[in-house]
């Protein structure tokens, strides 16, 4: 059998974010994060939109995220 990669266009990576939690305390949560697979370019001007304003954190993250498990 050959040895063959494929091509995705996502990927999975981990994130940890800290929730808030009673007594003025945080969790921390962890789950995988489905990414599209983007160009440099591409994520280099989603950054740029962003920091001028012209995108919000939520169309950042419909720009970059598939979803999550």
Known sequence: MAFVLKKTNS???PVSV????????????TFDVEF?????SR??????????????DVEVAREVILGWA
């Open 11 to 13: 990927y999975k990576w």
């Open 36 to 40: 599209k697979d983007l160009t440099h």
């Open 43 to 56: 994520l280099l001007e989603i950054a740029d939109l962003s920091s001028e304003g012209s995108l919000t």
């Open 18 to 29: 800290d929730v808030p939690i009673d007594g003025g305390k945080h969790e921390r949560v």
